[in-house]
């Protein structure tokens, strides 16, 4: 039996995770994270029967505490509960920069991280990575894209990998102009053509910020230098990505949009086991496309390849502003373009080399604190 730690369990890899785990008589919920969604809580609590539930917003008290096998716990117990190694493996799915420290944690203690916060490798993989050696810790892809890789690099001499292909669905605005997107709202974003998604990661595949992101996690997973990681436009979402070798051969992963595999897949620490989901069924397949990234379109991977490039607080400042300017553009507040001269901006903060998670939280605060 493997005591599974989920963080973000009320979103959409929480709630895909949950499935996976009920689906499953290997895994037991040993302990979940909410922010606020204090009614869902309460749902997993009665049907997973975990022994903690965990708040990190202030609406604790609103879930009470009186259920008879669960504690419940507020923000300030995290690090304790992380560290206390309940679970055999944590699986990462907070949104965004409210991951970093998470992942850090289970990492300091030489814990597994089945990892799809991917914001906390972007904003900190130098540093992650050097924790997971130490330590002796693991990290476990959970990213489609990652996964992917991860099962084409099986079995196989990582030295002998040309280059990676990441391939991307292009988001809601990949078939109009980037005049015609950049006078799109929010509302437009959100219309994912292949994947139902939480609502930052959504608007992300839209700019293409989610495939830059991409970008930078898969350098730090698997230690490709950017050069040598490709994206391509593939609108079907069927191969999730691919490896090509040195003697020219490509390997791809392909399966349904349904992130429950590679959730599954990672839980399983890539051991192939029984997954009773839809399978793909090629006589309904006619074709697979491919066309390349409009980078004039899509500045915003060009902004991550330089992050990467230039390192240092270069990736976490990128990543965080594009989180703030993501919520603005949510709530309406900003247009597009507003958000791709922010992005641009970011390469104007002062320059150093982060080396603790206080530098890193610090500098997040220090951001947020001056876009206010
Ligand atoms: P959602 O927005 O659906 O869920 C986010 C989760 O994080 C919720 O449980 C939410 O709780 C919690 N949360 C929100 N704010 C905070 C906070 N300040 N502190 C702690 N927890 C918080 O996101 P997704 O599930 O879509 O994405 C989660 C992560 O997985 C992201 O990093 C994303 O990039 C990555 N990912 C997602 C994929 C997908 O298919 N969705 C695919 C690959 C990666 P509450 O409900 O209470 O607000
Ligand atoms: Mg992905």
């Excluded at 990213?143 to 292909?165: F, M, P, T, Y």
Aim: a negative charge; charged letters at 25%; glycine letters at 8%.
């Amino acid at each position: 039996m493997k005591k599974i730690g989920l963080l973000g369990a009320s979103g959409s890899i929480g709630s895909q995770t949950l499935d996976v785990i009920a689906r499953d008589s290997n895994f037991k919920l040993s302990y979940f994270t909410v922010n606020s969604s204090i009614s869902r809580a309460k749902e997993i609590i009665e049907e997973f029967k975990p022994d903690y539930c965990l708040i990190t917003s202030n609406k604790r008290n609103e879930l009470g505490s009186h259920y008879q096998n669960t504690k419940i716990l507020g923000l300030e117990d995290l690090e304790g509960l992380i560290k206390n190694q309940e679970a055999d493996i944590v699986l990462n799915a907070m949104m965004g920069m409210s991951g970093l420290a998470s992942s850090w944690w289970v990492l300091e203690t030489g814990g597994k991280l089945a990892l799809a916060n991917k914001e906390s490798l972007v904003s900190a993989g130098g540093l992650l990575k050097a924790l997971e050696k130490k330590h002796g810790g693991l990290i476990l892809p959970v990213d489609s894209e990652h996964s992917a890789i991860w099962q084409c690099l099986e079995g196989n001499n990582s030295q002998g990998v040309e280059k990676l292909i990441l391939t991307a669905s292009g988001g809601a605005f990949r078939d109009i102009s980037r005049g015609e997107m950049l006078t799109k709202k929010a509302s437009d974003a959100l219309k994912h053509p292949n994947w139902s998604m939480g609502l930052k990661i959504t608007i992300d595949s839209a700019t293409l910020m989610n495939k830059g992101l991409e970008v930078m996690e898969a350098y730090w997973l698997f230690g490709i230098e950017p050069e040598r990681i490709d994206v391509i436009i593939h609108r079907e979402s069927l191969i999730h990505s691919m490896v090509q070798y040195k003697d020219g051969s490509v390997l791809a992963q392909l399966g349904i949009s349904d992130m429950r595999q590679p959730i599954h897949y990672a839980l399983h620490e890539k051991n192939r086991r029984p997954l009773d989901l839809e399978r793909l069924d090629f006589n309904q397949i006619s074709s697979l496309n491919f066309q390349p990234l409009d980078h004039e379109k899509y500045p915003s991977l060009s902004y991550c390849y330089r992050a990467l490039e230039e390192g240092g607080n270069r990736p976490l400042c990128l990543n965080t502003i594009n989180e703030i300017l993501v919520e603005r553009y949510l709530k309406d507040q900003i247009s597009l373009r507003d958000l791709f001269d922010g992005l641009e901006a970011s390469f104007e903060e002062e320059f150093f080399e982060p080396k603790s998670l206080e530098d890193l939280l610090l500098e997040e605060e220090r951001i947020r604190r001056n876009m206010k």
